[in-house]
């Protein structure tokens, strides 16, 4: 009588297709993964060969953004919640430039929203400048 031999099992996990199949992962999931692109606001650049425009104070509307992100319209302190009333009033509309200053340490948020609110009032030639410490 003859005796099987049975073959021996390795113990051992073949590693030579493995740099393919983690090829082929990532390439899946850079395919399946959503990209997300935030849209920004745009906003029109003069051109450099241009001089400033000089405006008189009349047509004017002055936002400061303090350090601690307080509002001040005109020289009166407002909520950025009141500030699209404020802009909407019959005074403001006459007027056709906003200089937004900003302090150096303000969020970054603010000035957004700000800017948000004025484009949505249909401010468009808005000047951004940064404040002194």
């Known amino acids: 009588m003859k005796i099987k031999r049975f073959a021996q099992i390795s113990s051992e996990i073949p590693v030579a297709s493995m740099s393919d199949i983690a090829f082929l992962l990532i390439v899946f999931f850079m395919i399946v993964a959503v990209f997300s692109i935030e849209a920004g606001f ?48 019959p005074g403001f509309r006459n007027r056709q430039f906003v200089s937004i200053k900003a302090h150096a340490k303000s969020r970054y948020k603010t000035a957004v929203l700000v800017i948000e609110q004025f484009k949505r009032n249909g ?11």
């Open 42 to 89: 745009s906003l029109k650049l003069p051109a450099k060969d241009k001089p400033p425009l000089e405006v008189s104070d009349q047509r004017i509307i002055e936002l400061r953004i303090s350090r601690d992100n307080s509002l001040t319209l005109n020289g009166k302190s407002v909520s950025p919640e009141e500030l699209g009333a404020h802009l909407s009033q």
């Open 123 to 133: 401010f468009e030639k808005i000047s951004l400048k940064k404040l002194k410490p």
